[in-house]
């Protein structure tokens, strides 16, 4: 029977399988960061366990890193715990690449470990995060897990998992100017909802699927966890062979070749079934701004902001209203009236050099609106802040009057200093707008890196293809 | 981990789709580096009127007190009864470990989400998936009913209200193997060594270049 390239995935890393479809899963690389690993680490210890294979381990602190100041160190003691507790059990239970805090590829571990060619097709991925669905755009199968399968993943070098049932998400024909790969995405979620992909792997493909760089695809597989699916793939292509190659550990010379070999098998072969399909069309896909407290709850810029009077569903009307409450927005007024306070471009969805770009392109030559009191760019990784500095990227921002900053994930969750105040309202190019993500009664807007810029330009959402000229 | 077998649990009502990770244990507490003493915090925002620290000490902080954590007719509760995909989003297990700390054992809804689902087994509590009919009945049942008990039975896969109406909820033969004996998946899975040291020799054979440094 034609395989998916989910079954193909799936099948090559079963180390058994239980009678009730139960399997232990081969996990080929472990992702790391301060937040989820500590107490998994302390219950290895405690059971007196060593890492099976501390090889697979790519471990950054990026949550709890501060974004500027960097001379004072991290100020907040308690985050300072957290990334010593980090330093402190990689030195013990040891890893093949460690960042610690200010080394120059520090960065978010969901751009490091693809940039330094520690992602590669055909593996299995594990991280204690939720968007480590990010890596399945290299034809990965990557898994969002808790602690305690941290801890398992450390001990046995497998996963026990049930294999999710399998979704076809297809985008055929090419996307308008403006429309990037974070539309495609949050577009997806705006139609198939935030639990729409639960239960599911969803694999993305389709032309304007295949005409995205890895930068593209990389956002939208970041998101299909905002869909709910348990990961996200996309096949391998010449795309994906070209980023990786001369990367610092993907494979070199007659490994390549073979590599090389087994990756170009890594595609959903004709006839495959699927167990749900999805098809969209790139042209109907406008830029996008979520106006609710959830990702579904988006729309084209063009839009107005619903009405729950129009809903007939009790449980959905009570959450347009509550979200439309906590937001303070108006029922029905248009997207492009939404003023806003701050802006922030970065996290593991948009902060790759390409996102840096989109949205230098946009602020450059302008300046920052009066009523934006911070616009914040931090770039996804070191190695992205060193090429945007080599590109002149971080002179037009500062010239435009955004802040650049040192990599992390910053304002994304607001776990260091980077937040937002309550009631401020922030376009942001992060992936959840749920209540207090960005800071305790803070507004988000998610939007592209260049719907970012152009908000900020604006100082409030304009339509991107109205401002380019 | 805790045995689950039987359980004759208070229930309290969360009125809301889609409650993310967040909401149930704000990103600030996330900063510590125990697995327990989450349960002051749990649903933090929606249940204090102040913002809340880690460590700090909850007993005097002003509470709100229209959610349902702070009325007295659901204190004790052990069974929270929620809405569609209840903990979406972040993958954080503090989730998990500040309902469990507060004295859950039982979560019913229509739908969870993936990652806090499987969580959720880790620290022995047990997510049961309902129709949304049948989730609706027991709100309002719970609604109009003070001291609204749940009978939840592990091993007939059943649980029964207060008026004798019962339905029955699906689990695998391991997570239910796991969580009637106490037992962690690490020590299970350690009983095939062997087997995954056998898989490994054969896929780095196979594939070396994922194992390379
Ligand atoms: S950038 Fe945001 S979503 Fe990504 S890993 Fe960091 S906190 Fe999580």
């Known amino acids: ?119 590669l097709p055909g593996m299995t991925v594990v991280c204690g995060d939720s968007h480590t669905a990010t890596h399945g755009a290299f034809g990965a199968l990557a898994h969002g897990i808790g602690t305690s399968e941290v801890e398992h993943v450390l001990a046995t070098q497998t996963l026990v998992q049930k294999k999710s049932k ?41 032309s304007a699927i295949r005409g995205l760089s890895m930068e593209g695809r990389m956002t939208v597989c970041n998101l299909a966890i905002e869909a709910g699916a348990r990961a996200g793939i996309i096949g391998v292509d010449d795309t994906t062979i070209n980023y990786l190659e001369g990367r610092e550990h993907a494979p070199k010379g007659e490994q390549w070749n073979k590599a090389v070999e087994v990756w170009k098998t890594l595609h959903t072969e004709d006839g495959a079934k699927f167990d749900a399909v999805v098809e969209m069309n790139a042209a109907d896909i406008e830029p996008q701004v979520t106006w609710g407290t959830s990702p579904e709850q988006v729309l084209a810029v063009g839009g107005n902001v619903p009405n729950p009077a129009n809903e007939a569903d009790p449980v959905k009307r009570a959450g347009i209203e509550r979200a439309l409450q906590y937001m303070g927005l108006q029922a029905d007024m248009p997207i492009t009236d939404i003023q806003i306070d701050k802006v922030f471009i970065g996290s593991c969805t948009n902060s790759r050099i390409e996102d840096m770009r989109a949205a230098a392109a946009v602020a450059k030559g302008k300046k920052v609106a009066g009523n934006v009191k911070l616009a914040l760019v931090v770039p996804g990784s070191g190695i992205v802040k060193r090429q945007a500095e080599a590109e002149g990227l971080d002179k037009i921002f500062i010239e435009a009057g955004f802040e650049w900053r040192e990599p992390g994930c910053s304002m994304c969750l607001a ?48 339509d991107i293809r109205d401002s380019r000229n | 981990m805790k045995a689950f077998t039987r ?48 460590g700090m000490d909850c007993t005097n902080r002003p509470k709100r007190p229209e959610f349902a954590l702070n009325q007295a007719r659901y204190q004790g509760a052990q069974v929270l009864l929620a809405r569609d995909n209840f903990g979406c989003g972040s993958s954080r297990e503090h989730a998990p470990w500040a309902i469990e700390d507060y004295g859950f054992r039982v979560m019913i809804a229509p739908s ?36 609204y008990k749940l009978d939840v039975d592990l091993e007939s896969q059943t649980v029964t209200t207060p008026g004798g109406f019962s339905f029955k909820f699906e689990i695998t033969e391991h ?25 490994e020799e054969k896929h780095k054979a196979a594939q070396p270049w994922l194992f390379g440094a």
Request: aromatic share 8%; proline share 4%.
């Open chain 1, 1 to 119: 029977m034609a395989k998916t390239l989910y079954d193909k995935l799936w099948d090559s890393h079963v180390v058994r399988q239980e009678e009730d479809g139960t399997c232990l899963l081969y996990i080929d690389r472990h992702l790391m960061h301060e937040v989820t690993s500590p107490q998994a680490f302390e219950g290895l210890r405690l059971a007196g366990r060593k890492a099976w294979r501390n090889t697979s381990i790519v471990a950054v602190p990026d949550h709890n890193t501060p974004t500027n100041h960097w001379d004072r160190d991290i100020e907040d003691p308690i985050s300072k715990t957290q990334v010593d507790t980090l330093d402190a059990n990689i030195k013990e239970f040891g890893s093949l690449i460690y960042f610690p805090f200010k080394h120059k590829n520090q960065g978010i571990i969901h751009v490091i470990a693809p940039e330094n060619g520690a992602t």
């Open chain 1, 166 to 206: 399998s979704m076809l998400v297809k985008v055929e024909g090419a996307l308008g100017a403006g429309v990037t790969a974070k539309d495609i995405a949050l577009a997806i979620i705006g139609k198939i909802g935030t639990a729409g992909g639960t239960g599911y792997c969803i694999e993305f493909a389709g």
């Open chain 1, 415 to 462: 776990m260091n200093a980077d937040r937002l105040s309550p009631g401020e309202r922030c376009a942001s190019t992060s992936n959840r707008n749920f209540e207090g993500r960005q800071g305790p009664g803070g507004r988000t807007h998610l939007v592209s890196p260049a719907m970012a810029a152009a908000a900020a330009i604006a100082g409030h959402f304009v």
């Open chain 2, 7 to 54: 359980l004759n649990g208070l229930v309290c009502p969360i009125d809301r789709a889609n409650v993310d990770t967040d909401a149930i244990i704000p990103k600030q507490f996330l900063k510590s580096i125990k697995r327990s003493g989450f349960g002051p915090y749990l649903f933090d925002e929606w249940r204090y009127a102040d913002f809340g620290e880690p």
């Open chain 2, 112 to 147: 969870f989400a993936d990652i806090f689902f499987s969580n959720s087994y880790k620290n022995a509590i047990l997510p049961i998936v309902a129709s949304a009919e049948i989730v609706d009945r027991l709100f309002k049942e719970c609604e109009a009913t003070e001291g």
């Open chain 2, 175 to 199: 997570r239910k193997h796991c969580l009637l004996n106490g037992l962690d998946d690490i020590g299970l899975t350690l009983q095939h060594a062997g087997e995954i040291k056998a898989f």
